[in-house]
């Protein structure tokens, strides 16, 4: 059975940076990719960045250049650096784990609330 626990999430300023880690649980589970979405209040769920197994990346135009999302493969984790957030980022942050056998797997997600 796979699970993935996610960390990092919390109360920060604006400004300020946070690391989330999405790790995954399981047997013979390896990472094939990975991605990261938010949902605001309110609003719909967005991804936020995905990184293919080849190890390309795309971000969201709202988070380029602010957001990095990483993995270590070594831990079946998978990594989103947010450095400069504003406010706009709040959210609860999931994670989405593609695994060697192309099945996806949704964490329970983490809250990122940033203060103005």
């Known amino acids: 059975q796979v699970q993935l626990v996610e960390s990092g999430g919390g109360l920060v300023q604006a400004g300020g940076s946070l690391r989330l880690s999405c790790a995954a649980s399981?047997?013979?589970?390896?990472?094939?990719?990975g991605a990261w979405y938010r949902q605001a209040p309110g609003k719909q769920r967005e991804l936020v960045a995905r990184?293919?197994?080849?190890?390309?990346?795309n971000y969201a135009d709202s988070v380029k250049g602010r957001f990095s999302i990483s993995r270590d493969d070594t831990k079946n984790t998978v990594y989103l650096q947010m450095n400069s957030l504003k406010p706009e980022d709040t959210a609860v942050y999931y994670c989405?784990?593609?695994?060697?056998w192309g099945m996806g797997y949704w964490g329970k997600g983490t809250l990122v609330t940033v203060s103005s």
């Open positions: 989405n784990l593609v695994a060697s």
């Open positions: 990184e293919t197994s080849g190890g390309s990346t």
């Open positions: 399981g047997s013979y589970f390896s990472i094939n990719g």
